[in-house]
């Protein structure tokens, strides 16, 4: 970690080169992609005693082809396909669902509704990915936050089935509904309670069984709320952050406008100063999901340094998750070693399309270049208006 590199064969497992131009350091080290499942190190607890890794509009991949013919006008949020960041440690997926030419698309839209030039692809796509990923990883537990403006009757539950995913399915009735702790992971992967889903439709719950999300999570404001330094104030649609009457919590922490060569900045030092902050907001409750742009992006360890945090200080009381001792008492952690100058190497590249050529400059980063624009629309309607 933080070597210098040319290549991501010149870092070891888990890692890749990069920099951060944000802070300006245009030098390429070697930089955390991958995380730890904090499940694998300490088992057995409630769902809700563990923080996750969410990727903001998982689906708004700035390589993801237009449609054809079609020029692409919206912003971007993550740099990869939603089964690479599966590999990389992402345990939570914010997907946004549409009614569109007569199927249900992912689209980054306004409005409630989804056109040409803001779709991305159909959501079953999306979810034949997470289907074959829970298939291939059967210790594996993901959860889908839907912002949910599908209106076809049953539209959810055709879409989930035709996925193959209902076999992975928490089921509602037995989501705890008055802030108790949640099934432990263990259970659930025996009895293959594998995918959490969430909607933000309220009617959704009862019409399709999907869980009304603000019934069972707390959460933070999104946008530049939620990135403010010192504050942390709960959503609107969400109870209060201290509130025990849901058990899951969930922290945004992205600005109204991704802009990609500055997520390496906001993914470091700011991040975990935020996660203390939203933590005491919450009556000191551990977020248990960190939603972030450009999740790989950091001057260093990022959010997987974060949520290696998070995890050992509320699963065993250790600076990190890896300190942590399965059946030891709270607080027992075992020393580490320092790591090598030089990690050793797999054999495998970094699977993660964030390389050292590959960041965007502010100068041709998609998201800045539509900000510009709408700001010169809203000039020219303030002008001529």
């Known amino acids: 970690l933080l070597e210098p590199c040319s290549l991501a064969t010149d870092c070891g497992a888990s890692l890749y080169c990069g920099n951060c131009p944000a802070e ?26 563990y923080s996750w890794l969410v990727t903001h509009n998982a689906f708004s991949n700035v390589n993801a082809p237009p449609l054809p013919g079609v020029e692409r006008i919206t912003f971007y949020n993550q740099e990869d396909t939603v089964s690479n960041q599966l590999r990389n440690g992402v345990r939570g997926l914010m997907l946004d669902m ?57 539209g959810l539950t055709t879409l989930f089935t035709n996925a193959g995913l209902t076999k992975y399915w928490f089921p509602v009735s037995k989501m705890p509904k008055k802030g108790g702790d949640w099934p432990n992971v263990n259970d659930m992967i025996q009895q293959n309670h594998r995918l959490l889903v969430f909607t933000s439709d309220a009617s959704k719950e009862a019409a399709e069984g999907i869980a009304y999300q603000w019934r069972y ?78 999740y790989m992006r950091s001057d260093g360890g990022g959010i997987f340094y974060t949520l290696d945090r998070m995890n050992g200080q509320t699963l065993c009381g250790c600076s990190t998750v890896l300190a942590c001792q399965a059946k030891a008492p709270f607080g027992t952690c075992k020393a580490l070693a320092p790591p090598a100058s030089t990690a050793p190497h797999d054999g495998r590249s970094f699977s993660g399309s964030v390389q050292v050529f590959g960041f965007a400059s502010a100068a041709y980063d998609p998201n800045t270049l539509l900000s510009f624009l709408i700001d010169l629309l809203a000039l020219w309607f303030l002008i001529y208006s």
């Open 217 to 294: 999570l707390v959460e933070n404001e999104a946008g530049d709320p939620g990135v403010k330094p010192g504050s942390c104030p709960n959503r609107k649609e969400s109870k209060k952050l201290s509130s025990r009457s849901a058990s899951l919590f969930l922290m945004n922490y992205f600005p109204t406008m991704p802009v990609e060569s500055q997520a390496c900045n906001e993914n470091s030092a700011p991040l975990t100063s935020m996660v203390a902050t939203c933590y005491k907001a919450a009556g000191n409750l551990m977020p248990n999901f960190v939603a972030v742009n450009f």
């Open 24 to 49: 300006l350091k245009a030098r390429p080290v070697c930089t955390r992609g991958q995380g730890n499942i904090p499940s694998s190190i300490i088992g057995g607890l409630p769902f809700n005693k």
């Open 98 to 154: 549409y009614d569109y030419e007569g199927d249900i698309w992912l689209c980054h839209s306004f409005g409630g509704q989804c056109f040409n030039f803001t779709a991305f692809e159909p959501a079953i796509n999306t979810l034949r990915e997470v289907e074959a990923f829970l298939t291939q990883n059967p210790s594996e537990v993901v959860t889908i936050i839907i912002e949910d403006y599908v209106h076809t009757p049953k």
